[in-house]
């Protein structure tokens, strides 16, 4: 079923992700420790780009003077 | 057409030998993975530093403490927080004979590798990919170990002495005759140790005032040799025959540092096949070098003898040279005859002197007689002198192994350093997580494969290594090739590899 699958492709990506950067290798509370940094990282990341992106697109489009 | 007759170098095969680099990615994730992996050994050594986590490794005393640290050094960093935390994949205990299946003990860690308790199972019938058994004569079958087993009632197993001394055994002599016989040489001699078979003669042949030109990826006991004898050693780049030219000629032109003089020896060493690349010399060239520039060279054919070459001679046969042209021919009877120790072999003024001046022959404890036996046996089922042909048989067995796995791995798209016939076949891992991924999930489904990473490779060149024997058949490495972490366009498969430039 379609949900069985999703899931199992997303345990593969997960896999994938902890060989590449070597989490595989360490022991779980470590992976939960580097997870929550970029975890927190991404989304303070994000929250910025939500606070701030609508102003610089308002300014960017004032200089190339496509709205006032 | 006014060309002339051709060399014996320009008529050889060009050997296929590629040493593909990884994509970039690969190696930036590599390091990237070492990185984190640093910076969390870093966090735990700082947490034992402060008392919150309990140290399990050796520490110095608190009254050492002014004193010059012991357990600071790269490489005791390296040991504590990235060897220990995935070393169930090394040193797993074995109960039962090397051959092409072998039986596991099942052992289980409760706190992460700092130690391990057997559970009492074992694991049966893993197939064997990581023992150096090309020939496949690490076997017990009555019927071929029958004069093993006479010679033993006859002998003994200890000879309590050293050859020099009381233990030269007719054993040894015939041993030494064979092999001179296999080679196509004078005379030779054999040793009860294959490193010490290096590393303390080379002392015995080189010494202060001598220059030792040796590969870049030598064995470590061709170094420990060399350094040893207090030659001057001067290295060049892996079977890179500019490298090489270029220093003979500074080494003739400019003698002996400071004081100008010419060497009193120019020793040149490379191996048959180099056991972590699975490359075979480039030898035809090497003597031509050796014969223009007027120098000495010292073959080690550990990994070659028995297990290249159509009638298993090792690189002289694969290449077509004659093997008196090469001036100290060694090799070791560990890897394709299933025994242990090392023989040189060349000419007799040679030998003659080794006997009397080397340390491994002056000192060591001669060849066991059950083990000398089995060399015996080996070596003559291959040369044919037993009555059979199970010996070529074997040979070529191996061969078709060796060409039939390397082209599927190719066909897959896996990055395989070597030489199309060497019969070691590394698969470039790259990341740390993924050579431990590999050995863990390899022994799950019963095959049991050797992987190497750091200090034994490059730091960025992890790899996995696969020792193919004549004792496998099709269906064994079928059932390898396909149970692999594999097929990058499935998504069924775990451990997707980096392809091959060829395949893109």
Known sequence: MALGDCWKQLSWFYYQYLLVTALYMLEPWERTVFNSLLISVAAMAVYTGYVFVPQHIMAILNYFEVVQ | ?504
């Open chain 2, 1 to 504: 057409c006014k060309n002339g007759p051709g060399t014996g170098v320009a008529n050889s095969l060009p050997r296929h030998e590629p040493f593909e680099q990884a994509p970039m990615y690969v190696a930036v994730m590599t390091y990237l993975g070492y990185g984190l992996v640093t910076l969390f050994g870093y966090f735990r050594d700082f947490l034992r530093a402060v008392g919150l986590e309990k140290c399990h490794v050796a520490q110095e005393r608190s009254e050492q403490k002014d004193f010059v640290p012991l357990y600071q050094d790269f490489e005791n960093f390296y040991n504590r927080n990235l060897y220990m935390r995935v070393r169930d994949n090394w040193n797993r205990p074995i109960c039962s004979l090397p051959g092409p299946v072998f039986d596991l003990m099942e052992r289980i860690s409760d706190d992460y590798n700092w130690t391990f308790r057997f559970t009492g199972r074992t694991i049966p019938n893993v197939i064997n990919v990581g023992s150096y058994n090309y020939l496949g004569f690490a076997e017990n079958n009555v019927d071929f170990l029958k004069t093993v087993a006479e010679k033993t009632q006859e002998y003994g197993v200890g000879v309590c002495s050293t050859r020099q001394e009381i233990a030269n055994l007719s054993l040894h002599q015939e041993l030494e005759q064979l092999v001179a016989n296999f080679l196509g040489l004078e005379s030779s001699m054999a040793f009860g140790m294959g490193f010490a078979t290096n590393s303390m003669n080379i002392p015995a042949l080189v010494g202060k005032g001598c220059l030792i030109l040796s590969d870049e990826l030598n064995h470590t006991s061709l170094i420990l040799g060399a350094r040893l004898s207090g030659a001057t050693i001067r290295v060049f780049k892996h079977n890179n025959m500019h490298s090489l030219e270029k220093m003979l000629r500074e080494a003739i032109c400019s003698g002996q540092p400071r004081t100008h003089r010419p060497w009193k020896k120019i020793l040149i060493m490379v191996e048959g096949i180099y056991s972590m690349e699975g490359s075979v010399v480039r030898l035809p060239e090497i003597l031509a070098l050796k014969k223009k520039y007027k120098a000495y060279l010292y073959l080690d054919e550990a990994h070659s003898i028995g297990a290249v070459g159509p009638t298993g001679r090792g690189v002289t046969e694969l290449f077509n040279v004659n093997a008196a042209d090469v001036d100290i021919m060694m090799g070791t009877f560990t890897k394709s005859f299933g025994a242990c120790g090392g023989y040189i072999a060349g000419k007799k003024v040679l030998v003659d002197y080794i006997r009397r001046h080397s340390h491994s022959a002056i000192y060591a404890t001669a060849m066991s007689p059950p083990v000398t036996e089995q060399v015996i046996r080996a070596m003559k089922c291959i040369m044919g002198q037993d009555g059979g042909d199970e010996g070529i048989r074997r040979v070529r067995q191996l061969a078709e192994n060796t060409r039939y796995f390397r082209a599927r791995l190719k066909e897959m798209g896996f990055i395989i350093y070597g030489n199309d016939d060497s019969p070691v076949v590394p698969i470039l891992l790259y990341m740390p997580a993924k050579v431990v991924a590999f050995a863990r999930e390899m022994l799950r489904r019963k095959i049991g494969v050797v992987v190497v990473g750091f200090p034994a490779t490059p730091i960025t060149e992890a790899r996995a290594r696969f020792c193919l024997s004549a004792a496998h058949t099709r269906p064994m490495l079928d059932q390898v090739r396909l149970l692999r972490p594999l097929r990058l366009h499935n998504c069924g498969c775990f451990l997707s590899m980096p392809i091959t430039i060829s395949q893109r």
